[in-house]
């Protein structure tokens, strides 16, 4: 089955390239932060508001980012392909409702009137892209970024340029990884992690989008996109408008569960009815509200179009947040994630903010009007099957009628939002714009996400589980907003933002009694802090220890449990001679599968310049991230039963644990309540070298297995039958175990096994 799915895997993800929009333009994934996003260089952002199936398999405003669908992107990451041919353990296949998508896509549109009289527009996304779109890959060698990107592991399969390695091919973005593990950044004034793309348009004018994120825990919770449009073609642009529109959706988890309610996975992507529970928020409305009330007159400051989800009718209880119910829960075991009682599955506050629109810089072209956006529109999303939406679309109308539905007066202008929840596309307009050839203008946004986990300071998952969730997640309106001041202040610092100290490599071993040894070198100690001189920049002072294990359906995101902190020289975790520190995990059991994450944190500072020579300090001591991908083990760690003498000579009784496994993630007495691995059976107490042979009732051999391991005692099973036809049904196995090691060659053990799902 295993072989099955790879290469399904491999030839669905090739047919969609060829049967969709996106043929010949592969995405580039930010997913440093906490947000994360797919782009191309035909300017998509995301997965396209469309109701084809794979337009939920790209990132997009992933809010907490944990998982991704694009699949061999992140191969690496999330599926260990040795282990999963060889029919390891810890080996996932992605499941949908694992994936808090925020958003059916972001637009960037352009309309305009050319000096002939002609009226054209051109857009790329939310819905899809207009046809005369081209991709015009960056070129970064002629760039201010030709000296940006450290080199980390794995950051030779994901970047794809640093002044280390260049393998950028076809028509994809540009993707920088600014960070390596034990380093500070040797580009101070960069973000983390930076996604290039670039296209034309007929109007002639070239688009390029820098999209920048951190993996620093004061500024993982937004994207910042610094749009450029230049006009490279012969012909003067007058009224140009510049667009900005988003399809965002709260939905993407909070649907597939409830089947026994009518919902299905489509639902999302197809804007059915029970997805249309959204509340939108834009702050310059007339009729804006914040949901704490109290801080209304403060956000009318800003200008932000954000949405939250709201109470669907079509459920007998609040499903505000999308609190999760048993009762109406899928008995599918891919639907069935670890999801507990009323928790909280869509609490997220997901908003899009206005960083700048009148750049300093001489350089660029300002709008004529003094008050920006001067349109905010929205449109009634509608099914997309039905073909009902009612935002413009190059399908349904003309480059006329879509300009007259974006600009001007006309019922759709958002000088009242929606009072009441559904779902549908907004707008911001910038402009109008005078362009002639050669001129170009520049607006910056931020894409930001908050919950009241991140408000209170907590792990999404063990805040979402808590009776106080309901009522806290107003708190994400107040987080979103925090996280895009601080979005706001790197960008106005030029991205010069205090940095806390770099990332560790983390490797992991077995010890004799089956727990998790954790390591990791000390070269981090010689990092220096570019913010500051001398020894002052020798700032790391020790190390923090998380771990997280199942049950969960975020895996590796949480919860975080805090183990142990360790000082910078701590003599019984740190041996000098080697420069390793290591440290066993006395509370992990062999079978169970494991995440870790060493966090390093510095000695504060007492003061911080900014740009300008300001003094921001003092700065509290920092400690790095757990956001990123490259901050943890994404693939779990699990540790092993070691080999005996005893278990060679096979003294000890054979054992398959659980026995009798049943399927049921409130028991997890009867199976391993790992979501990563629901299925997996243990074969414990092996000898070296043996055969393991699976019956059924009629004697049909159902598996077979060859174990030779010198240093473990144990064999998983995930249930997959001999035929690789799937997995084996309910019932009474009878198993039998042949050694071949020298110490017990030739002998038999036998048992029975009770499968029950």
């Known amino acids: 089955m295993k072989y099955i799915f790879l290469s399904l895997f491999i030839l669905i993800n090739t047919l969609f390239a060829q049967l969709d929009m996106t043929e010949g333009y592969r995405p580039r994934n930010l997913t440093r932060g906490k947000m994360w996003s797919s782009y191309r260089n035909n300017g998509l952002d995301g997965g396209g508001n469309r109701s084809k199936s794979d337009s939920h398999s790209q990132e997009s405003l992933t809010y907490p980012g944990n998982m991704s669908r694009v699949g061999l992107d992140f191969i690496e990451y999330f599926i260990d392909v040795s282990a999963y041919l060889a029919g390891e353990p810890n080996v996932i296949e992605i499941p949908r409702v694992t994936i808090p998508q925020s958003s059916k896509g972001q637009g960037v549109w352009i309309l305009a009137v050319d000096d002939q009289g002609d009226t054209l527009v051109s857009y790329s996304g939310p819905r899809n892209v207009t046809y005369d779109v081209q991709p015009a890959p960056y070129n970064i060698n002629n760039s201010p970024e030709a000296v940006l990107g450290d080199t980390t592991y794995h950051n ?179 639907e069935m994630q670890g999801q507990l009682e009323n928790q909280l599955l869509a609490y997220q506050y997901i908003g899009m903010g206005i960083l700048d629109y009148l750049p300093d810089n001489t350089d660029f072209v300002h709008p004529s009007s003094p008050i920006q956006p001067v349109y905010a529109k929205w449109w009634h999303g509608g099914e997309n099957n039905q073909f009902d939406y009612e935002d413009p679309n190059s399908g349904m109308h003309t480059d006329e009628e879509m300009f007259t539905m974006v600009i001007g007066n006309n019922d759709q202008d958002i000088t009242k939002t929606p009072q009441e929840p559904g779902l549908g596309t907004h707008a911001l307009v910038f402009g109008p714009y005078r362009l002639e050839p050669g001129q170009k203008t520049k607006l910056v946004i931020a894409f930001v996400g908050g919950s009241g986990a991140d408000w209170l300071g907590e792990d999404e998952l063990t805040w979402s589980i808590t009776e106080d969730a309901t009522t806290e997640r107003i708190l994400g309106e107040q987080s979103m907003f925090r996280n895009f001041d601080q979005a706001k202040f790197a960008y106005e610092n030029n991205y010069n933002v205090p940095d806390p100290p770099p990332d560790v490599k983390i490797f992991f071993a077995n010890t004799r009694l089956g727990q998790i040894k954790i390591k990791w070198h000390d070269d981090v100690e010689d990092a220096l802090d570019p913010d500051y001189e001398n020894e002052e920049a020798r700032d790391v002072r020790g190390y923090r220890v998380y771990k997280s294990w199942p049950p969960s359906h975020y895996w590796h995101y949480g919860p975080w449990e805090f183990l142990i902190d360790i000082p910078v020289g701590s003599p019984k975790y740190y041996n000098q001679e080697n420069g390793t520190y290591s440290y066993i995990d006395s509370t992990s059991f062999s079978g169970y599968n494991y995440y870790y994450s060493v966090h390093t944190y510095d000695s504060g500072h007492d003061h911080w310049i900014d740009i300008n020579g300001n003094d921001v300090g003092p700065i509290p001591p920092l400690e790095s991230g757990m956001t990123s991908v490259e901050q943890k083990n994404p693939i779990a760690i699990t540790p092993y039963q070691g080999s005996t003498a005893s278990f060679d000579s096979m003294n000890v009784p054979i054992r398959v644990v659980p026995n009798p496994y049943r399927m049921d993630f409130n028991d997890p007495l009867h199976m391993y309540p790992d979501v990563a691995d629901p299925y997996k059976l243990r074969f414990i107490n092996l000898p070296k070298a043996c055969i393991i042979r699976l019956y059924s009732v009629n004697g049909d051999l159902v598996y077979e297995r060859k174990h030779t391991n010198e240093n473990s005692a144990e064999e998983s099973w995930r249930q997959d039958t001999i035929s690789l036809s799937g997995r084996v049904d309910s019932g009474i196995y009878f198993w039998v175990v042949e050694s071949f090691d020298p110490a017990s060659n030739g002998q038999i053990q036998k048992g029975t096994l009770a499968i029950v799902k």
Do not use: C
């Open 156 to 334: 030779l399969e994901r970047s794809n340029f640093s002044t280390y390695h260049n393998s950028i091919t076809g028509n994809e973005p540009i993707e920088i990884h600014n960070y390596r593990y034990h380093h500070y950044t040797a580009h101070n004034n960069s973000p983390e992690e930076i996604i290039i793309s670039q296209w034309n348009t007929k109007t002639g004018i070239r688009v390029t989008r820098k999209a920048y994120a951190w993996g620093y825990p004061n500024f993982d919770d937004f994207i910042i996109q610094e749009l450029v449009f230049e006009n490279i073609g012969t012909k003067i642009l007058d009224p140009a408008y510049l667009t900005l529109m988003n399809s965002f959706s709260l939905n993407a988890m909070a649907h597939g569960w409830a089947d026994k309610f009518g919902m299905n996975w489509s639902d999302w992507r197809h804007n059915r009815q029970q997805t249309q529970d959204d509340l939108f928020f834009y702050t310059k409305a007339d009729t804006f509200t914040a949901d704490d009330s109290e801080n209304t007159d403060l956000y009318k400051n800003y200008i932000m179009f954000y949405q939250r989800d709201d109470d669907w009718v079509g459920t007998n209880w609040d499903d505000t947040g999308q609190p999760y119910k048993l009762e109406a829960a899928s008995a599918h075991a891919d």
